[in-house]
């Protein structure tokens, strides 16, 4: 983890090098909040648990659909 967070770092650093920029940071906490919690629960790294990850995407995806589909009177 320490590794992944000094390279992120160094990739803005050297970003910032070329001058004023703007950084979109959510993409690279995602991957590091993913790193950690795959290296807590599973013990491995990130491009391990990277396949459950996708697969936790998928299901939100495939949840959020379905309960739009879902009719409960008096909801709407």
Do not use: N
């Not at 950690?36 to 495939?62: E, N, R």
Request: charged share 20%; proline share 1%; with cysteine.
């Amino acid at each position: 983890m320490a590794t992944s967070v000094v390279e992120m770092l160094e990739k803005w650093s050297a970003m910032s090098d070329k001058g004023e920029v703007e950084i979109e940071v959510s993409e690279c906490f995602q991957t590091l909040t993913e790193d950690v919690i795959t290296k807590t629960a599973f013990g491995s790294s990130y491009q391990d648990g990277k396949a459950i990850f996708h697969l936790q995407t998928q299901q939100m995806v495939l949840a959020a659909d379905a309960f739009q589909k879902v009719f409960i009177p008096g909801y709407r």
